[in-house]
């Protein structure tokens, strides 16, 4: 199975924070990267998809990078609504595998 | 556009089998652009994977679950299901039903990509006696 790893596991930012998160593949997964937004008690959000395409309907202010084994997602300025959890996933091979999640939490 | 609604009983008794559906609504199921997808979140922890499955039929398990797992398609219903066997403690979480899309990437070869962009909100299922 592929590994996801994120990085850190929470973060505090204020708002109007510029807040990067790092998600690294224990091998190669060419562009095959997701990112979802989960809220407490709510479902996951597609955000990103194949590494940096911007699901429709998601904020510009969300971007994806990467390909390989290192990929980010940036936030250009957080929001009141980002407050959340984020987690990536890889579909590169089966079993499709998620990362721990990032908490980011309000300074 | 789609949306996703999980049904079945929130509790389930230690060695039994978990029988979840997922209700499609505002799209159908034979649509060949999609697949459909159970995922689970234990408390507190990270989201798992458990499988798909075409309309054709064809599913992907979790190896890690494929002995226990048996994901199905109801076209007439217009629902896919999930039935877990065996379950234990471990098996407590909250279980998605999402809606798969995906893309090919051509090269040398083919390779598909996989993204979940429609979910259900989810139910909890405790196991327990």
């Known amino acids: 199975d592929i590994q996801m790893t994120q990085s850190p596991s929470s973060l505090s930012a204020s708002v109007g924070d510029r807040v990067t998160v790092t998600c690294r593949a224990s091998?190669?997964?060419?562009?095959?990267l997701n990112w979802y937004q989960q809220k407490p008690g709510k479902a996951p959000k597609l955000l990103i998809y194949?590494?940096?395409s911007l699901q429709s309907g998601v904020p510009s202010r969300f971007r994806g990078s990467g390909s390989g084994t290192d990929f980010t997602l940036t936030i250009s300025s957080l929001q009141p609504e980002d407050f959340a959890t984020y987690s990536c996933?890889?579909?590169?091979?089966?079993?499709?595998?998620f990362g721990g999640g990032t908490k980011v939490e309000i300074k | 556009q789609v949306q996703l609604q999980e049904s079945g009983p929130g509790l389930v008794r230690p060695s039994e089998t978990l029988s979840l559906t997922c209700i499609v609504s505002g799209g159908s199921v034979i649509n060949g652009s999609y697949y459909w997808s159970w995922i689970r979140q234990p408390p507190g922890k990270g989201l798992e994977w458990i499988g798909y499955?075409?309309?054709?039929?064809?599913?992907n398990y979790n190896p890690s679950l494929k002995s226990r797992v048996t994901i199905s398609v109801d076209t007439s219903k217009n629902q896919f299901s999930l039935k877990l066997s065996s379950v234990t403690a471990a098996d407590t979480a909250v279980y998605f039903c999402?809606?798969?899309?995906?893309?090919?990437?051509?090269?040398?070869?083919?390779?598909?990509?996989?993204?979940?962009?429609?979910w259900g909100k989810g139910t909890t299922v405790t196991v327990s006696s």
């Open positions: 499955i075409y309309y054709s039929g064809s599913t």
């Open positions: 996933q890889q579909s590169y091979s089966t079993p499709l595998t």
């Open positions: 091998q190669s997964i060419s562009n095959f």
């Open positions: 194949a590494a940096s």
């Open positions: 999402a809606k798969t899309s995906f893309g090919v990437v051509i090269t040398t070869d083919y390779y598909y990509y996989y993204y979940m962009d429609v």
